[in-house]
């Protein structure tokens, strides 16, 4: 099985900055989904990408897939302060694997 | 009205001792896992069941053991607890297997310290 890695492992912006993060994996994937994560609380689903998408968006986010490059982007535009929290990208294959995540800091 | 839900939310313990974490789900989803997310905040997954059958069983310890006495409900039982073992559990469960497209929801955690 595999898992997505996502980079950078942290990010500090100011508050109306945009905020990218990238999501590498190794193999095929049916989709690719983004989650995020405020500090001490469980993930929570924010955006799916099927493996024949390209771009998908929802409010402020704008996810990418390259399947030839096995990479994903998570795009935040117009940044807040309440965005801060770890953001992790998971890929299913057989099963669904995380990566490590990527600490967004919105500093206000 | 919460959807999934753990039990205790922290809990510490000596080394050597046997604890349990509840979890429960009340989405009617068929699936439930349970993960650990280290100090470096990596998460990873330990086990799944579906519909009460075991279908992921990573590398842990055999100290850990889940038991899931219906589809709603996925406990995890370790025994001889370790220092190593601290760390934050999360529960979450699914509609289906996690395969394609099956977003899992996620509980709100919780935070193990071996002393």
């Known amino acids: 099985s595999q898992q997505g890695e996502e980079d950078p492992q942290a990010l500090s912006i100011q508050e109306g900055e945009n905020a990218t993060m990238n999501c590498s994996y190794k193999?095929?994937?049916?989709?690719l989904q983004w989650y995020r994560q405020n500090s001490g609380r469980g993930l929570v689903h924010l955006i799916l990408?099927?493996?024949?998408?390209r771009e998908k968006h929802s409010g402020r986010l704008r996810v990418t897939l390259d399947t030839s490059k096995k990479s994903s982007s998570l795009l935040i535009t117009a940044s807040r302060a309440a965005d801060t929290a770890s953001y992790f990208c998971?890929?299913?294959?057989?099963?669904?694997?995380f990566g490590a995540g990527t600490r967004l800091t919105v500093k206000p | 009205d919460t959807a999934v839900s753990q039990t205790p939310k922290y809990l510490v313990t000596q080394m050597g001792n046997d604890k349990s974490i509840k979890c429960e789900q009340n989405?009617?989803?068929?699936?439930m896992y349970w993960y650990k997310q280290d100090s470096k905040k990596f998460l990873k997954i330990m086990f799944s069941?579906?519909?009460?059958?075991?279908?992921i069983n990573e590398t842990v310890p055999n100290r850990f053991s889940p038991k899931s006495p219906d589809k709603a409900h996925l406990n995890l039982h370790i025994n001889s607890l370790e220092l190593g073992d601290s760390a934050v559990y999360f529960c979450?469960?699914?509609?289906?297997?996690?395969?394609?497209?099956?977003?899992?929801?996620f509980g709100p955690g919780t935070r193990l310290t071996v002393l």
């Open positions: 979450a469960s699914s509609h289906h297997s996690g395969g394609a497209g099956d977003t899992q929801y």
């Open positions: 193999t095929s994937i049916n989709n």
């Open positions: 990408i099927r493996s024949n998408e």
């Open positions: 998971a890929t299913d294959g057989n099963d669904m694997r």
């Open positions: 989405l009617g989803h068929d699936t």
């Open positions: 069941y579906n519909n009460k059958e075991l279908i």
